[in-house]
Nanobody
């Protein structure tokens, strides 16, 4: 089993920055990838970014490219989502997910088998 705990959410003005953290515990050696997804009220869950732990390769969703950056600190079993130039439309609950099935940089939620509880990000205009 893998447990994930997100932190770092909050309220920020448009144009501001936040950094989300996702701390993994348990069978962390089994993690191949860590992803971030978000879900706004009344909308489907949306892919944000993912990173492969072995080589640090990343993939970002089109709506956040150039503004958000995913990274990982292997020694701390933690991944991060640096969010810059935030917009009101970035308001959502952000979820961290871990994939232990393969090394693919998945963009679909079913490609991840462990999930955190989510952290709220609110961007005011």
């Amino acid at each position: 089993q893998v447990q994930l705990v997100e932190s770092g959410g909050g309220l920020v003005q448009a144009g501001g920055s936040l950094r989300l953290s996702c701390a993994a515990s348990g069978r962390t050696f089994s993690i191949y990838t860590t992803g971030w997804f978000r879900q706004a009220p009344g909308k489907e869950r949306e892919f944000v970014a993912t990173i492969r732990w072995s080589d640090g390769r990343t993939l970002h969703g089109d709506s956040v490219k150039g503004r958000f950056t995913i990274s990982r600190e292997y020694a701390k079993n933690t991944s991060y989502l640096q969010m810059n130039s935030l917009k009101p439309e970035d308001t959502a609950v952000y979820y961290c997910a871990a994939g232990t099935l393969n090394t693919k940089l998945g963009t679909r939620d079913y490609e991840y088998n462990y999930w955190g509880q989510g952290t709220q990000v609110t961007v005011s205009s």
